[in-house]
């Protein structure tokens, strides 16, 4: 029993982390329909600002985590600035192209200017500590990561209900001419979304770095695909599916740790990918269906 | 009479397609002028030249003395024009407040927005019973007084309706005419698309009929409604089917 209540915090902190990044992905994709591979690079970003700064300021370690999250979510505004937005009334196909070109770039001038090499970051000790809940022992980061998920999406959710700024994402995602012709600046909405994926993204590289105790140039390719499962499990473009998506998709991971016995473990990603294979065959729209919520792409 | 919006010139142009040509055209202050024309006249097109949603080839407009060709489509409302589109547009998945509250998205008075909110509501009661449901559940003619609600919300000084009874019932057809002229009582200039020429004709103030992307006419409401070679080319339909339905 103990073992299952732990497996489901394991799992459920998982799955948050994988949510956060899945609804940065769909809440730029609801607004502009640009799948935004770079959406990774913002974690690397977030985790070098962290290396950077203990490098040459060495500010105490709790500082490194607004600075990690306040990168990521500069960085997402400044992608958004320096390269979407002027292909932003370019095919869907450059947008895509500019983003792994964005990608890319990152990459490789952490590469030449810091270091192939991952590179320790320090997270607060206590982080990587446990506590007990009752009688459970249970990692710190785990318990952080789903309660930081929990705040992070109801900040999210009350954004978009109750804000000027949230009414016109959610409108934007229908239909952005008419939300435009309200006079409301197409600018200000996309660059909000952006904005948003960046924080959600930078608090999930808290995490991952904690986690890794390290950051690398290619630090962001894994999560950023584990995200796009996410979004495509639960079906592009909706915020809910992201989110639906994303808890999935952790679940089936911790789960299949679980149970697969140690010789095929290493597979797991396989397995978990097939399983998502056979959702979608079954189901092409995705877990949450169509015209179920906001952002949803399709009319 | 001073010219609020004044269309020189203008045309549009979907690549090949010339949906536009040289059309002028005067709104003057407090006027109500419809504008006219059987399917793919170009009327749509016009209307979406002046909210700046398409691009003139040639031409420009002006609103209100000033040149406003080349604003973004965020502008033009800012410049006092309201477009309620074909189509109603209203935002599906919000409610029918939120709606409102997205069409004051320029208004900073909060006290103002929530108050013309409930004034709204007491010129449609219909959409205060439904103030919380998604726009998306209300009927067709629902969502037409939601969309020219919402266009009010801004405080226009022109409020362009794109074929506000589009695919009504006559009895909800007449129920916007009744709320368009209660408009135009309360003193608000209007240009009006319709296909409806019968019941536009009857109260505007002046009109023009474009045809195949042209302005065939302009003139009087009472002298397009007396040409009988007008209506017999160009707004037959729109005659014989009121004409049917009343
Ligand atoms: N986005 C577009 N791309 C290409 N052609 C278009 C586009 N929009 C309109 N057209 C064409 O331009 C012409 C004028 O269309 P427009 O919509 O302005 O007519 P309309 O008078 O509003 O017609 P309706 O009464 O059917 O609404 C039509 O031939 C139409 O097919
Ligand atoms: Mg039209």
């Known amino acids: ?299 | 009479m001073t010219a609020l919006l004044d269309v020189r010139s203008a045309s549009v142009r979907y690549g090949a397609i010339a949906a536009l040509r040289n059309v002028d055209l005067v709104v003057g202050e407090g006027e109500i002028v419809a504008l006219l024309g059987p399917n793919g006249a170009g009327k749509t097109s016009l209307v979406s030249a002046i909210a700046g949603i398409v691009p003139l080839a040639t031409g420009d407009v002006h609103f209100d003395g000033a040149n406003i060709s080349n604003l973004a489509v965020e502008d033009i409302v800012r410049r006092g024009i309201s477009v309620t589109p074909e189509g109603r547009r209203v935002f599906a998945d919000l409610t029918v407040t939120e709606n409102l509250q997205l069409g004051a998205a320029i208004r900073a008075d909060r006290q103002g927005v929530a108050d013309d909110i409930e004034r709204n509501f007491s010129m449609f009661p219909i959409l205060k019973a439904r103030a919380r449901s998604e726009a998306k559940t209300l009927s067709g003619g629902e969502q037409q007084m939601l969309a020219i609600a919402r266009s009010l919300m801004s405080k226009p000084r022109l409020l362009v309706l794109d074929e506000p009874s589009l695919g009504l019932a006559p009895k909800i057809v007449d129920q916007i005419f009744e709320l368009m002229a209660k408009l135009r009582d309360e003193g608000l200039t209007m240009l009006v698309v319709e296909q409806n020429a019968a019941e536009a004709l009857s109260f505007a103030d002046r009109a023009y009929v474009l045809n195949s992307g042209e302005c065939v006419y302009s003139g009087t409401a009472a002298e397009v409604a007396n040409s009988d070679d007008l209506i017999a080319h160009y707004l037959g339909d729109g005659i014989a089917t009121t004409a049917l339905t009343d």
């Open chain 1, 1 to 299: 029993m103990d073992y299952f209540l732990q497996q489901s915090l394991n799992a459920l902190s998982v799955g948050g982390e994988y949510a956060l990044l899945a609804l940065g992905l769909a809440i730029v994709f609801s607004v502009i329909r640009l799948v935004n591979f770079a959406h990774g690079e913002l974690i690397a970003l977030g985790g070098y600002a962290m290396y950077l700064s203990v490098l040459f300021a060495a500010p105490p370690v709790y500082a490194l985590i607004p600075i990690c999250i306040f990168v990521a979510m500069l960085s997402a505004v400044c992608f958004e600035r320096v390269a979407f937005r002027p292909v932003r009334n370019a095919p869907p196909t450059t947008g895509l192209l500019t983003a792994f070109g964005v990608s890319i770039l990152v990459q490789n001038i952490l590469v030449i200017f810091v270091a192939t090499r991952p590179k320790p970051v320090p997270t607060p000790d206590w982080m990587g500590g446990t506590m007990s809940i009752g009688d459970l022992d249970v990692p710190v980061v785990q318990v952080l990561e789903t309660i930081v998920t929990v705040v992070a999406i109801t900040g999210l959710l009350l954004l978009l209900r109750k804000t000027q700024i949230g009414l016109a994402m959610r409108a934007a995602a229908k239909d952005f001419v008419t939300v435009r012709m309200m006079g409301v600046r197409a600018n200000r909405v996309i660059m909000t979304a952006f904005a948003v994926s960046g924080l959600l993204a930078g608090i999930a590289a808290v995490f991952i770095i904690s986690r890794r105790g390290a950051v690398d140039p290619f630090m962001g390719f894994i999560p950023v695909l584990k995200a796009f499962v996410a979004c495509v499990l639960g079906g592009f473009g909706s915020l809910a599916g992201a989110l639906v998506g994303g808890l999935v998709l952790g679940c089936a991971e911790v789960f299949l740790q679980v149970v697969l016995p140690s010789q095929v473990a290493g597979f797991r990603d396989a397995f978990v990918f097939l399983m998502v294979g056979l959702i979608l065959v079954m189901k092409p729209e995705g877990l949450v269906g169509k015209k179920v919520e906001l952002g949803d792409k399709d009319e």
